[in-house]
């Protein structure tokens, strides 16, 4: 019969690195209240009924984490604040980090109800060759570059022309400009 019940209940799809509110029922005495908790989720574990995830936040200071039984007659709901882009199952590193270190990266994620296909009329897209003659302008107004990507000046030999101290694969590479020419002359002065 619990388990019929909790089944019912339907919770936001959230991911490790979301920022989220969860809303716990708190028994006082006789009266019941609920408090919210909101915090970054570290992670969630398995699956079903026996499902958890836990939350962690920062408060007054002080790191406080709570690992709450997604089923739980506790939880009245749970909403998503925001959703973060992580990179891990398990968010633990953030225990060790404190200020604008521990903060998650966000993102825009769609919802199911957005996800629905997307048919847009012919009228409202532009034809494809309508795109591609606004592109042609564009593309020949573009200054020609060499095949590195990089703009570079030469001399009326063709050589290259670059700054002093810029590199190279010379052996006079980060030479002070004094030594290099004393270098390439092939003189031992110091």
């Known amino acids: 019969m619990v388990a019929a019940e909790q089944a019912k209940k339907q919770f936001p799809d959230f991911r490790p690195g979301d920022t989220i509110k969860v809303y716990i029922k708190v028994v006082e ?23 958890s995830f836990t939350v962690r936040k920062v408060s007054f200071g002080v790191g406080v984490e709570r690992t709450f039984p997604l089923f739980s007659p506790h939880i009245e709901k749970i909403e998503v604040t925001m959703s973060g882009r992580v990179r891990r199952a398990k968010l633990y590193y953030l225990r060790g980090l404190s200020g604008r270190a521990a903060r998650v990266d966000e993102v825009e994620r769609e919802t199911p109800s957005e996800k629905a296909p997307a048919a847009a009329p012919a009228a409202e897209a532009p034809a494809p060759a309508a795109q591609a ?3 042609k302008p564009a593309a020949a107004a573009a200054p020609a570059r060499k095949e590195t990507g990089k703009a570079q000046a030469s001399d009326a030999g063709g050589k290259e022309i670059r700054p002093a101290g810029t590199g190279g694969t010379s052996d006079t590479a980060g030479a002070k400009p004094g030594k290099a020419a004393a270098v390439k002359a092939g003189s031992t002065a110091k």
């Open 133 to 135: 003659e606004k592109a």
């Open 29 to 51: 005495g006789d009266s019941e209240r609920v408090q919210a908790f909101e915090g970054t989720c570290l992670g969630r574990r398995g699956r079903g009924d026996g499902a």
